[in-house]
């Protein structure tokens, strides 16, 4: 999934030459999956048409106060949209824009809406050489940047007047990558490396027959899902499953075994801040796997079966500062028996999978867990679907994550 995928964003045009690049700032959102809404000064309509951005951003294009309709005039409401972003950008922002800013002048309806926003605002200045670098906006910019506004830099180049050097408004694709870096820097594991397993493991007991499970891995690739949108950089390692991830903030690997998923464990765990075991690992293995397919008549009747590693107590045995957490699956006195395991392999938190509701579990698209931490009482959440468990299992490791370390 892109970065913008999901997010709101509200794009303030206001009248300069730079203007005539919007649509294809605008598309460069859209292309990722966001939605975007934008508004224009009066005066940017000199340099892009309405038409060309209400036609890229798939939205009405509004710039003044009421919506003209001969007879049912409409007030186009600027705290309903400066609501509405999750964050407002302001590109190209002219002179006269953002003195206005600065001012709080409220002379159109992009002003209004800048004036009325509660969400981070970016400002994309697009000025001539000169009038960028007069003092006065210079201090604007300063101002715009106490008030809470990043101000992106500006790019160096050729300028509408002839003159050469800094004021130009960056490129689109810049100013998206730049909007991208700043916003993953201030999400709660942006930097962190988050190590999750998950899904089945299979051992096999011939190239075509195995030992496995019916564990779908969907709970491990929502708390991947989750980590991603949170900022962190994620390592999946994952078991044989059908689950399907495409986010850029996640690596995937896969693994057959659990020695496979044991190896791969162990060279990212150094590294992690945080490493979540969700896999449902085969307990026991085949002493060894037939290298051709054992053929119905042989005299085959056992299997001799030896323990596969337990890549979360060893993980726990070496662990330094990772916050590492466990699943529990138990059938009786499911609370004491996952607080012994949470001891016995050294976690910081273990999350308990009730078996006692039948829509919740292994297979399905629910769980209902009990999130468990040493000298703390457990917190038992309602069924819900596995998306919102890892939202709920996130929440709960932030805070403590962040006491921790
Ligand atoms: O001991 P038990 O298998 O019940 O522990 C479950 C937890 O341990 C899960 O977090 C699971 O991912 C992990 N585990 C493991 N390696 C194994 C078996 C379980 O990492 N071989």
């Known amino acids: 999934m ?5 997010k709101r964003i509200l794009l303030g045009v206001s009248g300069g030459i730079a203007a005539y690049k919007t649509p294809e700032l605008v598309r460069a959102f859209i292309k990722q999956g966001a939605e975007v809404r934008v508004i224009m000064t009066p005066s940017s309509k000199d340099f892009v048409t309405p ?8 939205n009405p294009v509004y710039s003044s106060f009421i919506a003209v309709d001969q007879d049912n005039p409409l007030w ?35 002003l209004a809406a800048y004036l009325s926003s509660q969400c981070k605002v970016f400002v994309a200045p697009a000025m001539d050489l000169d009038m960028y670098s007069h003092p006065g906006n210079q201090k604007n910019l300063d101002t715009l940047v106490e008030y809470g506004v990043e101000v992106l830099p500006t ?4 300028l509408a007047s ?16 730049l909007i991208e870096k700043s916003i993953s820097k201030n999400l709660p594991l942006s930097l962190k490396k988050v190590v999750i397993t998950a899904g089945p493991t299979h051992e096999a007991i011939d190239p075509v027959r195995f030992i496995g499970n019916s564990s779908s891995g969907k709970m491990g690739f929502e708390l991947a899902k989750r980590a991603a949108n949170l900022g962190a950089e994620v390592v999946l390692i994952s078991g044989p499953t059908s689950q399907k991830v495409e986010h850029h903030n996640i690596q995937i690997e896969h693994v057959v075994s659990a020695d496979q998923m044991f190896e791969l464990s162990k060279s990212h765990f150094p590294s992690a801040s945080i490493f979540i075991a969700s896999a449902a690992v085969a307990d026991f293995k085949p002493d060894h796997s037939a290298t051709q397919k054992i053929k119905k008549g042989e005299n085959f ?44 392999k050294n976690l910081n938190a273990i999350v308990l999978n009730s078996l006692n509701d039948p829509n919740a579990g292994f297979g399905g698209d629910q769980n209902k867990i009990t999130y468990i931490q040493p000298n703390t009482a457990p917190i038992s959440f309602e069924l819900k679907s596995k998306q919102a468990v890892a939202v709920d299992i996130f929440d ?10």
């Not at 892109?2 to 999901?6: A, E, I, L, V």
């Not at 790019?155 to 050729?158: L, R, S, T, V, Y």
């Not at 002839?162 to 990558?177: A, D, F, N, T, W």
């Open 2 to 6: 892109s970065f913008f995928h999901g």
């Open 51 to 58: 038409l060309s951005l209400a036609t890229v951003s798939n």
């Open 76 to 110: 186009n409401n600027h705290v309903e949209m400066a609501l509405w972003a999750d964050f407002m950008l302001i590109a190209p922002a002219t002179s006269n824009t953002i003195s206005s800013m600065v001012h709080a002048r409220c002379t159109n309806l992009l």
């Open 155 to 158: 790019g160096e180049g050729f």
């Open 162 to 177: 002839g003159l050469q050097g800094k004021g130009r408004m960056l490129e689109p694709l810049e100013i998206v990558s």
């Open 301 to 344: 009747n056992k299997i001799n079966l030896v323990p596969t590693p337990d890549i979360l107590a060893h993980l726990g045995s070496i662990k330094e500062n990772q916050f590492l957490v466990g699943f529990a699956l138990e059938t009786e006195n499911e609370i004491d028996n996952a607080k012994k395991k949470l001891k016995h």
């Open 396 to 405: 709960q490791i932030i805070v403590s994550y962040e006491k921790s370390s």
